[in-house]
Nanobody
């Protein structure tokens, strides 16, 4: 059983940056693919980014490419999402997820964090 805890959300002006963290416990973190998803009010949860077990492979939604960067530190059982050039449309609750295989859909997650709010003002 893996527990995930996100942190780093907050309120930022458009064009600003935030770095989200996802701390994992209760499992062998390096065996899990890691994904980031977000859910805005009234919308479905959507894929944002994913990173492979050793960090060698990343994938991103088109809407965040070149602005967001996923990374991980397996020695610290932590994953990160660096978000730059934030836009108001990035406002959502952001969730990290762990999966035993490549993840790009919410249904592929084995474990979820509780989410952290990101609000981007215009």
């Amino acid at each position: 059983q893996v527990q995930l805890v996100e942190s780093g959300g907050g309120l930022v002006q458009a064009g600003g940056s935030l770095r989200l963290s996802c701390a994992a416990s209760g499992g062998t973190w390096s065996r899990y693919y890691m994904g980031w998803f977000r859910q805005a009010p009234g919308k479905e949860r959507e894929f944002v980014a994913a990173i492979s077990w050793n960090g060698g492979i990343t994938s991103y939604a088109d809407s965040v490419k070149a602005r967001f960067t996923a990374s991980r530190d397996n020695a610290k059982n932590t994953g990160f999402l660096q978000m730059n050039a934030l836009k108001p449309e990035d406002t959502a609750v952001y969730y990290c997820a762990a999966a035993s295989a490549r993840i790009e859909k919410s249904g592929e997650a084995d474990y979820w964090g509780q989410g952290t709010q990101v609000t981007v003002s215009s």
